[in-house]
């Protein structure tokens, strides 16, 4: 049995948004980030999210996540 703790569930709903907001930008029906976060505001952990999401770096991965699958090129993980 490990003695590693749960990570607090505020991480991990935090995580889940991350990782739907990424989804969302692959999905190609997105600009920009703009409409990924109105997409996610009523999502759980949204809040908790939010600065991450707007973070420099997060922001500029999911906008060029975006564009990419937007112009049907393949996005290699490099480019992020």
Do not use: W
């Not at 922001?59 to 992020?80: F, K, P, V």
């Amino acid at each position: 049995m490990s003695n590693t703790p749960k990570p607090p569930r505020l991480t991990v709903q935090r995580e889940r948004v991350i990782r739907l907001a990424r989804s969302l930008a692959r999905s190609g029906a997105y600009q920009d980030l703009t409409g990924i976060l109105a997409e996610l505001e009523q999502v759980e952990g949204f809040h908790a999210a939010k600065p991450r999401l707007e973070s420099r770096v997060l922001r500029d991965q999911l906008n060029r996540i975006c564009q990419h699958a937007r112009s049907g090129q393949t996005l290699r993980l490099e480019n992020l």
